[in-house]
């Protein structure tokens, strides 16, 4: 695979420095930015166990949040980035005026033009993933710069993941661990709260609780979390 530059290297290095888990996430996507010509962001978690994708947020390379629509497809519907998450490879996927293998009402309303698909792991475990769209560089460089960002999310998360697990003396009661299996079997907080026979009020404290216990700011962080420290299977 393709070495990052030494800039980058000492980026990701620098991510061991003080800080939160969100502050560290900001300048993950920060640093992509400054170092990748793509013009949007967007992460997505992803239960392994149902193969439902969802959106946590999107943003473009000047920093500001786009809209937050409500995404959740389960990916087996959608070749392309299934096929990514199931070899926990990333892939670039171009998007033709007669022919796109993504849904055409995402291709019309975000007017894509390509893709890159980047699998984010925990361990052997694929927990979300990475949609970057509006490629700015050339194409005779896309293959070498597919590496490099690949090489980037993987180390940035993995210096992410090495942080937390040192952080890791946190306890959850049962009802917080219940509600994380729940999120990793890919149910909605309305769904977990019918399971579990609570309201959903009750269902979205616990998930909240649980959260910063675990000091992260995503339900996917969240369930990397506990799966990590072997409060989840």
């Known amino acids: 695979m393709k070495a990052l530059p030494v800039s980058a290297e000492r980026f990701i290095d620098s991510l061991l420095d003080t800080g939160s888990t969100e502050e560290k996430i900001n300048r993950i996507v920060e640093g992509f930015f400054s170092l990748f010509p793509f013009s949007r962001l967007s992460l997505f978690s992803y239960s392994p166990i149902n193969f439902i994708s969802e959106l946590i947020f999107s943003l473009h390379a000047d920093g500001s949040m786009l ?35 993504l849904p055409a009402k995402y291709v019309e309303k975000y007017k894509l033009s390509s893709v890159l698909v980047v699998p984010i792991k925990t361990g052997a475990m694929v927990i979300g993933c990475v949609l970057l769209d509006g490629y700015k560089g050339e194409e005779s460089d896309k293959e070498s710069m597919v590496q490099s960002v690949e090489n980037y999310f993987g180390r940035a998360f993995i210096k ?15 009802r917080e661990i219940e509600v994380l299996e729940q999120l990793s079997m890919g149910w909605s907080t309305k769904e977990m709260a019918m399971n579990m026979g609570i309201s959903e009020f009750t269902a979205r404290d616990y998930i ?14 969240a369930i990397g979390e506990a799966i990590r420290s072997g409060l989840i299977s």
């Open 160 to 174: 992410l993941s090495l942080f937390n697990d040192k952080h890791m003396g946190h306890k959850l009661s049962r």
């Open 208 to 221: 909240a609780s649980a959260m910063k216990k675990l000091n992260v700011k995503h339900r996917a962080q």
């Open 67 to 101: 809209n937050q629509d409500a995404i959740r497809e389960d990916i087996r519907t959608i070749q392309p980035i299934y096929e990514a998450v199931l070899n926990k490879k990333a892939r670039y996927i171009t998007v033709s005026e007669d022919h796109s293998e």
